[in-house]
């Protein structure tokens, strides 16, 4: 059918909403969005690698990096795959040899030698590529590499990307032969003062190619990213979006959406970017209670995409959270992504339905994806599952506030996990921060990522984690001393009255004073609980004292007039190196409700009794 033939919605262009579309990836090239609806090939699987903890296979003996085009003939080139060819060929590596290595995961998770290993690693892989379709254009996709990635394409550097939990693409377009490609990274997982995070975190240091790992095939000119998503009006679908390509000025884009009726037009402008508001009536509308997804499905000079997407409304208003106009109580929970049963980072769709059919068993409508940007499968089975989703990027405690560099690295995570998830119904908060501590420089940080937040995103809520601390003066008044309170849109804090703070009982006798008339939610609370170890309720570490500890807090919390929602630290023990406690810890920070087995400790089944209630006391609301 022609464009011009169809019957035109309302489609209008228009100012007033986001231009989320089109942000750049931390010194890379723009971020290729929605990849699973694309033609791909995937890289997944077995790789190559060498472990090279003095970087030889970067730096020379001078410590100077090597040359960084494949040199041959001698070891004084970069590991960049190349193979003897005579007999005075001295290259002190082979890929081939090497041990194999499976991509997406941790490396520390596989090899009992690389559990604690912080350092540089060679990844290579070999592939085919035999259809090269005339005028395509491919894009190398990465999940996400923990924390640097250095990476190059049969022994051609393609760049550099910093961050370990965000995606990025390169173009390699006419770089891909039908046969014999290889691709080799160098991941880098040293820790380091000036980056994000810092050195000093709660969770381990899980290093490698953690994510998905593919080529993406695209048409000469391609829809590179776009927004589709309700804004404050329910009948109104905002969209935005970028092509990519040299024919991307003034083209016309076909949106559709069967299930919804909906066909209609945007036209981009001579940058290749347009917007467009659709009308759109009576839409099923994404809830918790029911996650409907949308097919969409957008059409490009006959090349199409589709994805599954939720339409749903969010406000705050004074201090309520309203999805869909109707206030919500956030029934939630702390997760890390780690599946601790098979051990190592978690990446898969199954792993994200282990992990949030937990939540749902426990009654969430809510969890908090701490403390950085979990796997793209989390957010989707989110949306298919009607769970709410708090986002955070790991500026976590004391990142070097007054570092230019730590700033736009901290920024360009930011953007990035925005501009992967922003068509996720399911996720309804950016979070900035976890437990900063308060300084001049560290709120001017934290404002100016609000600020660019809400640029790239004016309908999702922004908040922060913050700390709370006893009144001065006064017995057990709590109190949050923060100025970043009047910034947010919901007020977050962990409390660990119980825990790092007195015995469980001193809740009972617990105030907080909060200031301000917005949404309040506790983002952490908890305390250690070793499964399957029981005792007296007042023995620190038995299933009994957490529970205890929860039977306490919440009656506390309660009392908050403005209290929204929680999310409790945490879903399942997750790995640290700083939980050193031989037969309690033994590496694991011990405060989930669930153990690395799977099995529920006591403190669960509290928690889910309280959501069971508090679900109960909304429905009607
Ligand atoms: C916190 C941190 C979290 C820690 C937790 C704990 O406040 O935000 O990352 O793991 O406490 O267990 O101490």
């Avoid at 969010?314 to 206030?327: A, F, M, S």
């Avoid at 008044?477 to 015995?503: C, H, K, R, S």
């Avoid at 700083?578 to 403190?603: C, M, V």
Wanted: net charge neutral; glycine share 8%; hydrophobic share 35%.
């Amino acid at each position: 059918m022609k464009l011009q033939a169809m019957k035109k919605l309302f489609i209008g262009l228009f100012a007033s909403f986001t231009m989320l579309a089109g942000s750049t990836s931390y010194g890379q090239e723009p971020l290729i969005t929605n990849v699973d609806g694309r033609t791909s090939l995937t890289l997944n699987g077995v790789w190559k690698y060498i472990v090279d903890p003095y970087q030889s296979g970067y730096y020379d003996y001078r410590r100077d990096v090597r040359d960084q085009q494949q040199k041959p003939s001698t070891s004084e080139s970069l590991f960049l795959g190349y193979k003897p060819q005579n007999p005075s060929d001295r290259v002190e590596y082979d890929f081939d040899k090497a041990d194999n290595i499976l991509v997406p995961r941790d490396w520390n998770s596989q090899f009992e030698k690389l559990f604690y290993y912080e350092g540089s690693v060679w990844y290579y892989k070999k592939f085919d590529y035999p259809d090269v379709k005339e005028g395509n254009r491919q894009f190398l996709y990465f999940g996400a590499a923990n924390y640097e990635a250095d990476v190059y394409l049969n022994g051609k550097k393609l760049g550099k990307h910093i961050g370990g939990f965000t995606p990025f693409n390169f173009e390699v377009t006419g770089k891909l032969k039908p046969e014999g490609n290889f691709v080799i990274v160098k991941v880098d997982n040293t820790r380091g003062l000036e980056k994000v995070p810092t050195i000093n975190t709660d969770w381990w240091n899980y290093g490698g190619l953690t994510r998905d790992v593919k080529i993406l095939d695209v048409a000469g000119t391609f829809i590179q990213d776009y927004y589709i998503q309700l804004g404050k009006d329910k009948n109104q679908i905002e969209v935005s979006l970028v092509l990519n390509g040299n024919g991307k000025a003034n083209q016309s884009v076909l949106i559709e959406i069967p299930e919804a009726k909906i066909k209609a037009t945007v036209n981009t402008d001579g940058e290749g970017k347009g917007k467009a508001l659709i009308n759109a009536k009576n839409l099923n509308l994404w809830s918790p209670e029911n996650p409907f997804l949308y097919e969409v499905k957008l059409t490009l000079n006959n090349n199409v995409i589709t994805e599954k997407i939720g339409f749903r409304t969010l406000q705050v208003q004074g201090t309520e959270i309203l999805v869909n106009g109707k206030p919500q109580f956030l029934r939630g929970i702390c997760i890390h992504e780690e599946n601790g049963v098979r051990g190592g980072r978690a990446f898969s769709r199954d792993d994200a339905r282990m992990l949030l059919g937990w939540a749902k068993e426990l009654g969430c409508n809510f969890v908090r994806l701490a403390h950085y940007p979990h796997n793209e499968n989390m957010t989707r089975v989110a949306d298919e599952l009607g769970i709410m989703v708090w986002s955070e990027v790991p500026v976590y405690w004391t990142i070097q506030w007054k570092n230019e560099e730590t700033y736009k690295n901290a920024s360009h995570q930011l953007t990035d996990m925005i501009t992967r998830d922003k068509n996720r119904a399911s996720v309804i908060v950016w979070s900035m921060a976890n437990e900063t501590p308060v300084s001049p420089e560290r709120t001017e940080f934290l404002k100016k990522m609000i600020t660019e937040a809400r640029q790239l995103d004016q309908i999702r809520l922004v908040s922060a984690a913050l700390e709370r601390h006893t009144k001065p003066g006064t017995q057990n008044t709590q109190i949050i001393q923060d100025p970043m309170q009047e910034f947010v849109d919901i007020i977050a804090f962990n409390q660990y009255i119980g825990w790092y703070d007195g015995l469980p009982e001193k809740a009972r006798t617990a105030v907080f004073d909060i200031q301000f008339n917005k949404p309040v939610i506790i983002s952490e609370f908890g305390g250690g609980a070793l499964q399957g170890y029981h005792g007296e309720k007042n023995v620190l570490w038995t299933e009994e004292f957490q529970e205890d500890l929860y039977k306490e807090t919440l009656p506390m919390l309660e009392k908050i007039p403005q209290l929204r929602g929680m999310t409790p630290w945490i879903l399942a023990d997750f790995r640290s190196p700083r939980r050193l406690l031989p037969d309690i810890q033994d590496g694991w920070n011990r405060k989930g409700l669930i153990a690395p087995t799977g099995e529920k400790k006591k403190a669960f089944y509290v928690l889910k009794d309280y959501y069971a209630k508090k679900k109960a006391a909304y429905e009607n609301k």
